[in-house]
């Protein structure tokens, strides 16, 4: 199993549409979790963190199921700005301290 | 704060070339990084950096070296380009350990020709 995985997509959905999308990690003992989000040609930004508890933004919900070993992104009412490249970061936990990033799912938002 | 910067934007290096990518930071942070993210690719770690005066490997650190003399500036040095290190190099900083944000410089696109 890799260490993050995600569904490349693209996703492509409709203005105002609600879309999830998933990732899974493979080391349980895993504790801090992201959503970046990436804009073609441009450097990854903090989209938000991903708490136990589940962390709501606005439009955006992130949840963990530790369980299933997976973190999970809601968008609601989507808009042409969601357009981008989201990024899912796990961190590593093992003797050194880092995280890894996911090679990203691909969202097209249509007019 | 002009968060973390890295120069330059855009270099077309021919085969066996040399350079230096710079980034700098200012928001004080002691951990910096080194990625590069190749096309549908995810990022990388090429190196990283916990402190000045200290330096280490990440995934991909074959044909690379770095130094970090400073808190603020941690260059990438390219000796002997090859054609596969064509990509997008970005730096990043962050405050502390993997659960703390990682901030991000612009990027820089290396053509390798």
């Known amino acids: 199993r890799k260490e993050v995985e995600q569904d490349p997509g693209p996703f492509n959905v409709p203005e105002g549409a609600t879309v999830a999308f998933n990732c899974t990690y493979s080391?349980?003992?895993?504790?801090?979790f992201f959503w970046y989000r990436q804009d073609c040609r441009k450097e990854p930004k903090l989209l938000m963190s991903v708490y136990s508890s589940g962390n709501e933004d606005g439009r955006f919900t992130a949840q963990l199921n530790r369980a299933s070993q997976y973190i999970s992104l809601l968008i609601r009412d989507s808009k042409l700005s969601d357009s981008a490249t989201y990024l899912c970061?796990?961190?590593?936990?093992?003797?050194?301290?880092?995280?890894?990033f996911g090679k990203g799912t691909r969202l097209h938002i249509l007019p | 704060n002009a968060g973390v910067t890295q120069t330059p934007k855009f270099r077309i290096l021919k085969i066996g070339q040399s350079m230096t990518l710079q980034c700098t930071q200012d928001m004080n942070h002691n951990y910096m990084y080194w990625y590069r993210q190749d096309p549908g690719m995810g990022l990388k770690l090429i190196y990283y950096?916990?402190?000045?005066?200290?330096?280490d490997k990440g995934e991909v650190p074959n044909g690379y070296n770095v130094s970090r003399s400073t808190t603020e500036d941690f260059p990438l040095r390219l000796e002997l380009a090859a054609p596969s290190q064509t990509s997008v190099y970005f730096c990043?900083?962050?405050?502390?350990?993997?659960?703390?944000?990682?901030?991000f410089g612009p990027g820089t696109r290396l053509l390798v020709l």
């Open positions: 950096s916990v402190g000045a005066g200290i330096t």
């Open positions: 990043a900083s962050s405050s502390g350990t993997s659960q703390e944000t990682q901030y």
């Open positions: 080391n349980s003992a895993s504790q801090s």
């Open positions: 970061v796990v961190n590593k936990v093992n003797r050194d301290d880092k995280i890894i």
